[in-house]
């Protein structure tokens, strides 16, 4: 059964250039999170996106984060200007936001390296 | 601000040995507590607990929830190498959907 997916796999980038990531939710996942897991950390909450309603963006770092939504389908994390604190693994990850039905299926991840 | 924390950060053990993973949680509106193991990259899902006292089974893996004392463990009997990996705990909480997660237990076993 297809599960959630991201591309690219890897990538990366100079400082200073912005990155685009994407995340395919497993259909009929109304609730989409991203995380983000830098090298032997934990993994850091950064957005969530529940239907129609506004995003909960309360764990963005900066401005140069962002994040959108098309309906209750695909995901892309934009993240502007990088730097190199930026390198780390960004998980998307999908659930029914049902009570009881709250596990969140994680995607592969993309692993950003910023140079 | 929730926080979760997980102990030990990381463990060492022998193939066979019986080992138990702690975390301990303070959030605001608790909903329900998750374990997950990663070993690559993507963690993935091992039990959902909301009632204290409930033990979880999959086989070696078992986990149960205290909600008075608000922690949880994760134990697994008779360890594989197989079973080498990063066991995250994270909690659900409040009105809003954010989840906070563990730094992570790492665990490794060692033939």
């Known amino acids: 059964g297809a599960g959630v997916s991201q591309s690219p796999s890897n990538k990366v980038t100079e400082k200073g250039k912005d990155v685009e990531l994407r995340c395919d939710p497993i259909?009929?996942?109304?609730?989409l999170y991203w995380y983000r897991q830098r090298l032997g950390q934990g993994l850091e909450f950064l957005i969530y996106?529940?239907?129609?309603?506004?995003?909960?963006k309360s764990g963005l770092p900066s401005d140069r984060f962002s994040a959108e939504r098309t309906g209750e389908s695909v995901s892309t994390l934009t993240i502007q200007r990088t730097q190199q604190e930026d390198s780390a693994v960004y998980l998307c990850?999908?659930?029914?936001?049902?009570?009881?039905?709250?596990?969140?299926?994680f995607g592969p991840g993309t692993r950003l390296l910023v140079l | 601000e929730d926080k979760v924390v997980q102990s030990p950060l990381s463990l060492v053990v022998h193939e066979g040995d019986t080992v138990t993973l702690n975390c301990s949680y303070e959030?605001?509106?608790?909903?329900?507590l998750l374990w997950y193991k990663q070993e690559k990259k993507a963690p993935t899902f091992l039990f959902m607990l909301?009632?204290?006292?409930i033990e979880k089974k999959s086989g070696r893996l078992s986990s149960i929830l205290d909600k008075k004392e608000l922690f949880s463990i994760l134990n697994i009997t008779a360890t594989q190498t197989g079973d080498s990996a990063i066991y995250l705990c994270a909690v659900k909480a409040g009105g809003y959907q954010k989840v906070t997660f563990g730094i992570g237990t790492k665990l490794q076993v060692i033939p």
């Open positions: 990850a999908s659930s029914l936001p049902l009570p009881g039905q709250e596990t969140q299926y």
């Open positions: 996106f529940q239907g129609n309603s506004a995003p909960d």
């Open positions: 909301t009632s204290s006292g």
């Open positions: 959030v605001t509106n608790f909903r329900s």
């Open positions: 259909s009929g996942h109304t609730a």
